[in-house]
């Protein structure tokens, strides 16, 4: 439709090129000039918008994908430091308890850890 208007809009400036100021039809050949020049401009802007309007929402869902991506990224990382944090302590204090309990092959606790663990477990209460 651009195309139509832009080149009707050049027949008419040329129809006004032709026309001297002071003849009859000068003011009517302006006025039509003016008539089509400002729908060119409004087709324009209106091509502007919805090219905005495209742009914008291709941006939009760019930034959804983004953030789902990010949120997926914190969720696995959550998941993820929360079994480290209740694996790890776990672990570690298995291998502590299975260093103390050497200590029914040789009779006593063989390390520190293992004293402060056991002590700790067996602790006598005496009021």
Known sequence: MNDRLKAELDEEFDKLNALDPSDEGYKE????????????LEGEKNQAEAEFKKLQIQNDELMKKAQLSETKKDRWWKV?????SLVL???IQTVWYKMG????ETGSFSSACSRSIFGNLFKNKTK
Do not use: H, I, Q
Request: glycine share 8%.
């Open 80 to 84: 993820g430091l929360g079994v480290v």
């Open 29 to 40: 050949a302006t006025e039509r000039f003016t008539k089509v020049y400002s729908l060119y």
């Open 101 to 104: 309990m050497k200590f029914e």
């Open 89 to 91: 302590p776990l672990a």
